[in-house]
């Protein structure tokens, strides 16, 4: 919206942040970011961290931006935009990573999500090894929540993969009192009949999230949740009521893909 002066008004419309790599097949990352906001009514802003090249398959590159041009493009959302919310996704590089810090820690604390994207669904490294510290010691103490899968769990703590829930409360309790935030760890990559996700804070029993196992495939599940998640932040929800709302938005498209 122009101003007479030929400046830029502020959005006084409610955005999240959207923080994360594009996938040029649709079928995660910036696009189902996007389109998980606007289901919630909100808008979204972007800071494009990769380009990424693949299909419902496989990635076949990556172009990572320069970690400047990932800073501005989140200031210039903040100073476009009421911001209420971040969502997180793709990073890749240790540089990446202080960039989108740095600029979090220059702003008051709103809700931020992320979703620590280490590999790609056909296993492809999506983020560099030597970036797996900076993150935890970096990043995640300015979120509000991280949502690592089972692989990722054991990746963030250095750990081997493990089912087992006492182990899984375990590694995840580790990773919040070395002073990350509460964790979602998503226990798709478990067996069974029903599909577990244990919210895991300091000082609080373990609070599982329980849906149907769905016999379905759908790629960006984990985008979805995440960004869900953080627009329900965004409209106030506190955070029990943000993953369980979160949960059902993504329960109910992966019922609809099976019809």
């Not at 690592?148 to 580790?174: D, F, K, M, W, Y």
């Not at 009949?193 to 000082?203: E, K, T």
């Not at 495939?217 to 979160?246: F, K, N, W, Y």
């Amino acid at each position: 919206m122009a101003c007479g002066d030929g400046a830029m008004a502020m959005s006084v419309e409610k955005h999240v942040l959207i923080v994360a790599g594009s996938d040029s097949s649709g079928g995660a990352g910036i696009a189902r970011d996007v389109e998980t906001v606007s289901a919630f009514g909100l808008r979204s802003c972007l800071a494009v961290t990769a380009v990424t090249v693949q299909t419902h398959h496989a990635v076949e590159r990556v172009e990572q931006m320069p970690p400047d041009l990932i800073a501005a493009q989140m200031r210039a959302a903040f100073a476009a935009n009421a911001i209420v919310a971040v969502k997180i996704g793709m990073l890749g590089t240790v540089d990446a990573i202080n960039a989108v810090a740095s600029v979090l820690a220059s702003r008051p604390p709103l809700p931020v999500v992320l979703d620590p994207v280490l590999a790609s669904s056909s296993g492809r490294a999506l983020l560099a090894a030597d970036a797996v510290a900076c993150l935890k010691r970096k990043l995640m103490p300015l979120c509000s929540l991280v949502t690592p899968n089972l692989p990722e769990l054991a990746l963030l703590s250095g750990v081997s993969l493990t089912t087992n829930e006492g182990e899984i409360i375990h590694h995840a309790r580790e990773l919040a009192e070395a002073g990350g935030p509460a964790l979602l760890v998503k226990g798709g990559h478990a067996d069974g009949d029903r599909s577990a996700d244990l919210l895991v804070r300091i000082g609080r029993q373990p609070l599982p999230f329980e849906a149907p196992r769905l016999d379905v495939q759908m790629r960006g599940t984990g985008c979805m949740l995440a960004s869900a998640i953080a627009a329900r932040l965004g409209l106030g929800d506190d955070l029990e009521t943000a993953v369980a709302r979160g949960k059902d938005h993504v329960f109910d498209k992966l019922s609809r893909a099976r019809r």
